[in-house]
């Protein structure tokens, strides 16, 4: 292990910067502002993901194969990135890859590599499909929510739920359905687009609060709440705002702790109109792609996810501004042909930028 002084090189994965964007982008801003040493390396499965070409954030970055392809081809990659980069701690960001990166940890180990990452008995217990049967509700309330295989399955949870539902794939994106022939189309893009099985959830009527945080081994180091302001049509939040809800807060400390968790991670509450009732709708096991807006509020979670994979002792942080706001947008990155040619045809990219060292 490094000692503090020394640079250490992280990766970050999930740099695609689209409508529905990655955490990537986020956690390297944060990271950049952060005290740590660091020289910021990107894992991207796309050539145009705009993180890539992001030199104020990243020294470089490299391909590495989809997720679908298995633990054995991540590995193989990252061994490759390694023997070039030297890392010292990798940041997952994205549902769909954590599970090859859970079973490889144990390897990466070995090569003296890093990670913060949830047990599988933590990740299975979250899961959207069963967390409204493994969540005790003296914790919190959940929506009832069906897993369906087909569209005969989906019909029979539309009665079940009744209308208006919401139907979300197993990994990303939620959409309202009010018919079932709606929930039907909604139906075969996310089956199409993240397997099934695909979730039918009751659509509860209220304000969307959602909290970021980071934890280990079940302690809570750092959480921000977040009340959405402003909506994409995938259910996306493209704006919002720092609030404290100190029931939602105290939710999720013993929530945390209910799931031994470790690593960073994303509650999605609903507040329901009339009764201010608070139900728990998702669990996502990494940071949110507005993790940025907490490091803003006062609180850098992914650099103290750092800290924690590396051993080193934090204090946790419970305090951060209330009404900072975030307003997202979308930038044109601007890059020489070279740049696009490199990271499609040997795999990787390389910025003249200089290695993070903030006093």
Request: glycine letters at 6%; aromatic letters at 6%.
């Amino acid at each position: 292990m490094r000692s503090g002084n020394q640079n250490l090189t992280v990766c970050v994965t999930g740099l695609n910067a689209a409508d529905s964007p990655a955490p990537g982008v986020a956690v390297l801003r944060s990271l950049c502002e952060s005290p740590l040493k660091l020289r910021n390396i990107g894992i991207a499965y796309g050539v145009l993901d705009a993180g890539n070409y992001m030199a104020d954030l990243v020294n470089a970055c490299y391909l590495a194969p989809y997720p679908n392809t298995g633990p054995q081809a991540l590995l193989t990659r990252i061994s490759e990135i390694h023997k070039q980069e030297k890392i010292d701690v990798i940041l997952p960001t994205l549902d769909s890859e954590l599970d090859n990166y859970i079973q490889i940890e144990s390897e990466l180990r070995y090569l003296g590599i890093r990670m913060l990452l949830p047990q599988k008995d933590s990740l299975a217990m979250r899961d959207k499909p069963t967390l409204s049967e493994k969540i005790p509700a003296d914790i919190v309330k959940t929506p009832q929510t069906l897993r369906v295989s087909d569209v005969a399955a989906l019909r029979e949870a539309c009665e079940n739920l009744g209308f208006p539902l919401l139907v979300k794939g197993q990994y990303y994106e939620a959409y309202a359905a009010h018919a079932p022939e709606e929930a039907v189309g909604w139906f075969y893009k996310l089956a199409s687009q993240w397997g099934i099985p695909v979730i039918a959830q009751k659509m509860i009527r209220g304000e969307e609060c959602n909290v970021a945080g980071i934890a280990k081994r079940g302690k809570l180091y750092g959480a921000v709440a977040m009340k959405k302001l402003f909506l994409t049509d995938k259910g996306k939040a493209w704006s919002g705002v720092t609030i404290r809800n100190e029931k939602i807060l105290d939710i999720t400390r013993r929530l945390i702790r209910l799931l031994n968790w470790d690593g960073g991670f994303e509650l999605e509450f609903i507040v329901e109109n009339g009764s201010d009732e608070i139900s728990l709708i998702e669990m996502n096991p990494r940071f949110p792609a507005w993790i940025y807006l907490a490091t803003a509020a006062g609180i850098n979670m992914p650099a103290m996810n750092i800290a924690l994979a590396m051993g080193r002792n934090i204090e946790p942080c419970s305090d951060y501004k209330v009404g900072m706001v975030f307003v997202r947008h979308s930038r044109d990155e601007i890059v020489p042909m070279q740049q696009i040619e490199s990271l499609s045809t040997a795999g990787q990219v390389s910025h003249r930028t200089a290695s993070r060292e903030v006093a």
